[in-house]
């Protein structure tokens, strides 16, 4: 059968939430199928996603409340209709979490004996390695009124074991709703994942390096995180000052301690990348460089100009990882500015990087990102979920960059941005994907994220009637034109 990456692939990337239908955000019912048979029939095997994990107050899946839990507003309330959990007519007037009660009451009422035994397996399997301690948290945070960890009275923050299980006695129905919503999903996404696989399409994600500080995982595994004996971070995560930010990026994500990290061999990264491996085919891995060498900043400073680079046991936590699971299907996520060092150590364990179009132009012809210097062994993106869109992209370059754009992909007589999309599909890369603004050909104003900003982000969604018809057609000839398709 061969690695994901064996045959020339494409493929598209949109998240869940950006899914059309009835709810306040796409979820992984009828409509994700409804997607599978769009990627299916235009020669597509490929779907890439963002992290699946809960997303913080401001929408975005990259701080997370855990690594493994799913994000419950991508259960499908009409899945769980068809299950028998809840009545036909309930409405998408009704709040998510409320339905997810309902459901669990029918559920204990009339599930049949398969499906309990199913949830007590996957609470026995699930519970050992992250989820007690998940449900436990979500409990104790609405019981210390949404305060992060850190903040609660100190027998919680520093788990003794009698306040632990007092909490959990104290609040069984809340971690009982919440073993359940997680199995739901669980469950409702291994069938779209068997959907996809039969219709040859591989499911792409996401895996941010850092961990949100206010999550379970670095509440239920202080020793792996550096933090002080309260809990607070000693040091954090960013990257220096560049042309794009004189004072640096302090994203404030409690580093790692690779020290302790390696005394059991990195135990913790198994169990991160098994949850994975669970769900996707095919894993991108966010800011890869922090594998070979990361930026510390002392949680002191505000900024991260007075940070440092510090070595990172990438290379051994990659052949644990390659030990223990064989085969690894990452992606690196090797953009901006990258060492000989970092590329050793992505070519080391072959992973393809990344190569975005958008930013192919305007440095001339020695630009990595143009196709002209592309690899078997990379995946080409016109623009990623942190880029505007490629008409809003082309739109927004200066008159003779416009020129220089088109006159380097020739004049194939179409508009933007379908000269992009087939420069990708053409290139050596052994996949291609493109967003779905892309394919919609969407301007201004339907990105998904503006990094460095807070407002209006991760909310993007389209509708079936924004694809024409010919744009499927188009798709799919292009695919099978430049040898990706089935």
């Known amino acids: 059968m061969g690695t994901p990456f064996s045959r020339r692939r494409s493929g598209v990337l949109l998240h869940i939430t950006s899914l059309p239908g009835r709810w306040c955000c796409g979820d992984i019912g009828p409509e994700a199928y ?195 004996e309260t809990g607070q971070p000693i040091t954090v995560a960013g990257v220096p000052p560049d042309y794009f930010s004189a004072t ?46 990361y930026w510390e900043i002392p949680a002191s400073e505000e900024t991260a100009i007075a940070g440092r680079w510090i070595g990172a046991p990438g290379d051994r936590l990659f052949a644990s990882l390659k030990g223990h699971f064989g085969y690894l299907p990452f992606v690196a996520e090797d953009l901006g500015v990258i060492t000989e060092a970092v590329t050793r150590l992505r070519e080391r364990y072959d992973m393809p990087g990344m190569k975005i179009l958008q930013f192919a132009f305007g440095s001339g012809a020695n630009n990595p990102y143009l196709p002209h210097h592309h690899e078997k062994n990379c995946v080409v993106y016109t623009g990623t979920h942190d880029n505007d869109t490629t008409v809003s992209w082309y739109e927004d370059l200066a008159p003779e960059m416009r020129g220089h754009v088109k006159d380097y992909l020739g004049d194939s007589g179409e508009s933007m941005p379908w000269p992009l999309i087939r420069t990708a599909l053409a290139s050596i890369a052994c996949l291609a994907v493109v967003p779905m603004q892309d394919i919609l050909a969407l301007g201004k104003g339907q990105r998904m994220n503006t990094p460095g900003t807070q407002e209006e982000n991760w909310r993007w969604r389209f509708q079936w009637s924004q694809l024409p018809e010919e744009s499927c057609r188009r798709l799919q000839h292009l695919s099978e034109l430049y040898g990706r398709a089935d």
């Open 248 to 293: 640096g990026q302090r994203w404030g994500n409690p580093h790692y301690r690779w020290d302790r990290m390696q005394i059991d061999d990195f135990h913790w990264w198994r169990e991160r990348i098994a949850s994975e491996l669970n769900r996707f085919d095919v894993i991108r891995i966010d800011h890869f460089r922090g594998f070979e060498s």
């Open 34 to 228: 409804h997607f599978v048979d769009f990627l299916a029939s235009t020669g597509q095997t490929v779907w890439q996603v963002l992290p699946l994990t809960p997303p913080d107050h401001c929408g975005s899946p990259y701080q997370s409340l855990s690594v493994h839990a799913a994000d419950i507003r991508l259960i499908s309330i009409d899945r769980i209709i068809e299950w028998g959990w809840l009545p036909p007519d309930v409405s998408e007037q009704d709040e998510r979490k409320a339905l997810l009660v309902q459901a669990y009451r029918a559920f204990v009422e009339m599930a049949n004996d398969a499906d309990r035994v199913a949830l007590a397996h996957f609470a026995q399997e699930e519970g050992a390695r992250w989820l007690d301690d998940y449900a436990l948290f979500l409990a104790l945070k609405q019981e210390h009124g949404g305060k992060s960890w850190h903040q609660w009275e100190t027998p919680f923050r520093d788990r003794h074991a009698d306040a632990l299980a007092g909490a959990r006695e104290r609040h069984q129905a809340l971690v009982d709703q919440t073993t359940f919503e997680q199995f739901v999903f669980a469950r409702q996404w291994k069938e779209l994942r068997h959907y996809a696989s039969d219709r040859g399409v591989l499911m792409f994600g996401d895996m941010p390096i850092f961990v949100a500080h206010d999550s379970a995982d670095v509440w239920a595994n202080r020793d792996y995180f550096s933090l002080d």
